[in-house]
Structure formats: structure tokens, C-alpha cells
């Protein structure tokens, strides 16, 4: 995990490097706004055709530098966008919580990519 710079969500992250290394599936669960969470299965295939597609469409190579910024693990995104692609291309992530006084220097580092809330976002865009 070389080219991982993980300051939250360190488990979270093991485990979808551990289920993508025993090609497991991935389960996720919907936020409940029905009434009732329920239960998503995707399956091994599935996540990497996902993950394969998002390489291509954002063009991550082995120089890219993906920055994940609260980007929930508990949702889908979190793997196919930045774990699992930096796996396959062995490019640099980073996995961090938002945190407004560290944003700018975040960016100094000069990510490549990056993946934001969008109401995180929205309050960034005012400033």
C-alpha cells in the first residue's frame, strides 16, 4: 500500500483492498429513505467492470493522484472510485476527511483527481 495515504477511514479501506485481493463481493446498504435500509450485493465482476470504466473515463494512469475527500466508505463510490483504481493502476491516493483548514494545503499537494460531498462543495464555493 505504497502509494496509499490513508489519515481516516483506515479499516474501512483494508477491508475493500482485502474483498477486491479474495475477489469477494462487495455489500452495501441503501440509507433507509424508504423506511427500511436494504441490502445491495455487487459482486466481484461487477465492482471491477465499474472500476475499469471509471479508470478509463477519468484517465487515471500510474502518475495520477487521486484525492478522496469524506467520500463515505458505507457507499459504492468509495471503492470504484478511488480505492479499488488506485489498486488496479497502482496510481497515488489519498483518503481523508474534509476538514476546512486543511483543504488549501490538500490542494497545494496537487491531486489530479479529486472526489468531494457535494454539499461539502457547495459551502467551498461560497468561499
Not at 473515463?57 to 471503492?79: A, E, R, V
Not at 470504484?80 to 488496479?88: G, K, N, R, S
Amino acid at each position: 500500500m505504497k502509494n496509499f495515504q490513508i489519515h481516516d477511514f483506515r479499516d474501512e479501506t483494508e477491508d475493500v483492498i482485502r474483498r477486491w485481493n479474495n475477489k469477494e463481493n462487495f455489500v452495501y446498504y441503501t440509507s433507509g429513505s424508504t423506511g427500511t435500509p436494504k441490502k445491495i450485493v455487487h459482486s466481484y465482476e461487477v465492482i471491477k467492470q465499474v472500476s475499469e470504466q471509471v479508470i478509463e473515463q477519468n484517465q487515471y494512469t500510474k502518475d495520477s493522484f487521486i484525492l478522496n475527500h469524506n467520500l463515505p466508505p458505507t457507499s459504492i463510490g468509495f471503492p470504484v472510485l478511488t480505492v479499488i483504481p488506485a489498486l488496479i493502476t497502482g496510481c497515488q491516493v489519498k483518503i481523508k476527511k474534509f476538514h476546512a483548514k486543511t483543504f488549501v494545503d490538500d490542494m497545494i499537494a496537487g491531486p489530479t483527481h479529486m472526489f468531494i460531498l457535494p454539499a461539502i462543495f457547495r459551502v467551498m464555493r461560497r468561499t
